[in-house]
């Protein structure tokens, strides 16, 4: 299938480029049925037709059509990298009996998934802590990226990180000021993150954000962690993710 990339692709590329960042994904994501076979195929041609991109997928809990287990057997033969999904927005729990094929296919090719799964930025009927745990208890080697480091939980979903190995966090939006109005880190938590060395990844959203791409990198430096934990978070440890 021929796809038209959206208006505006080519400058948020640009302004990628200009930041200096080297390597980026889209990680679009299902939120209803019947969306994450276009969206595949989308991520598919703007991979393709832009070197920098990380190939990315997501996938949905279908009750008819392309079952989920299809579709990320149909992502990672098309090349995918890394896989998102959005338990808030899609409303669905990460247990659900129709995801199984699929997460035990992403733990065999040890691909990693960013899993908006937290409270916030607001709750959801399967978000949380319990469904999460729950899902690395029984894949073990499924490589899961909580993202927004579970907040606002973040001290519970830090513990997951801790207790899994295949269990990270990403820091789109934590310790920012806009998120520090809405739901500020936990005293302690920077000495709780330099703990996780290597468990933890970059994020940032960009370009659905309310401060400079910028305003992320410096919340980290903010936190006094020195250099060697922000090169593993802005560059070590999800190239390691990613099999570079």
């Known amino acids: 299938m021929a796809h038209c990339l959206p208006r505006g692709i080519d400058e948020r590329v640009r302004r990628l480029d200009a930041l200096g960042v080297t390597d980026y994904t889209t990680l679009n994501y299902a939120h209803r049925p019947g969306m994450a076979s276009w969206l595949n195929e989308f991520s598919t041609a703007f991979a393709a037709s832009h070197p920098r991109a990380i190939q990315s997928a997501t996938f949905y809990p279908e009750t008819g059509g392309t079952s989920a287990g299809q579709q990320v057997a149909d992502a990672l033969e098309a ?8 338990v808030q927005v899609g409303g669905f729990s990460p247990l659900d009996p129709a995801l199984k094929e699929a997460w035990a296919l992403l733990e065999r090719a040890r691909t ?13 009927e399967f978000t949380g802590i319990g469904p999460v745990r729950a899902l690395a208890d029984r894949h073990p080697g499924l490589v899961l990226v909580i993202a927004h480091a579970g907040l606002p939980d973040y001290r519970a979903f830090a513990d997951v990180a801790a207790e899994h190995p295949n269990v990270y966090l990403d820091t789109t939006m ?24 290597g468990k933890v990844v970059f994020g940032s959203d960009f370009p659905s954000i309310p401060y400079p791409y910028s305003h992320q990198i410096e919340a980290l430096v903010h936190w006094g962690l020195g250099d060697a934990w922000m090169r593993h978070v802005l560059w070590d440890t999800p190239r390691r993710l990613l099999g570079y």
């Open 79 to 86: 090349g995918a990298r890394a896989f998102k999904v959005h």
């Open 112 to 124: 990693p998934v960013v899993i908006h799964c937290g409270n916030g930025p607001h709750r959801g």
């Open 174 to 197: 934590v310790g920012t000021t806009a998120m520090e109005q809405r739901a500020p880190i936990p005293a302690g938590y920077p000495e709780t993150m330099a703990a996780l060395d």
